[in-house]
């Protein structure tokens, strides 16, 4: 390989190498890798809190968004030294070596492994059944779009405050809306139980649009609030991960207004955010809108 396919960045005295930095991820636009780079060192001060002490699963696509991509819960062969991982048994007893990506240099070689995005659990490698959050993640079936979705994410909310909770919502980046309650001291069953409680009601309370059934027959044209996300051994995408679409977009945090904004308007559009904007979104709003979701002092489930 010659120099020119390669380059290397020097962060916080770590050298990263990274291979074909032109080559085109999201060819649409002709994002590429190095673009990719730019955007995730741009957010990494808000990212990196929800990535850190949490074991990531990395969705690969190194040809790009239109070739051949996979989610890889190994790290990688050839992975630096430097990168820290730990060791886990699946529930089918397979030994897992899992990436941590707690610092920007550890971002920045994901990026060049081709990783478009990262799906972290919910709970911390030293409490592995303390989710930090109780979520819903609300994923519309064809017809049903993300305007459906975020209709449903305020019913949610309104499930999730008269319960005491505080919730939080973020795009998925692709068509769905998840929402997040902020919990201390909960387990993954408490959180499940829950879950799974508010979406008997919303299924309960509009049927024909609202689905808590998982296969898909049951659920085409309605939103599927799926509560099983609430497990020990279930990822999801990171606040500021790009997806794998077909342009670059973000799982962005949101405010309720946004929300309900888009919803009166029935305009997608002001739900779908674009690398640019959410570096500017960033600065609009001083920082990360999910940072609540870290906080020390949230609400206990009783």
Known sequence: MSDDDRETIEIDGRAVTITKPSRVLWPSIGWTKRDLIVYLRAVAPAMLPHLRGRAVTLARFPEGVDARGWYQTNAPRGAPAWLRTVSLISPAGKALTMCLVEDEASLVWAAGQGTLELHAYLAPIDRPDAPHALVIDLDPRAPAGLIDAARVALDARAKLEARGLRALA??????????????????????KAIAREIAKELTAADPSRITDRMAKAAGAGKVLVDWGQNDAWKSIVVPYSPRATVVPLVSTPVTWDEVELAVRASAPSGLRFAPDVVIARLAQHGGDLFAPVLGERHARLS
Do not use: L, M, N, Q
């Open 170 to 191: 973020k795009t998925s980046g692709a068509k769905g809306v998840h929402v997040f309650a902020p919990v201390s001291g909960a387990t993954y069953a408490e959180t």
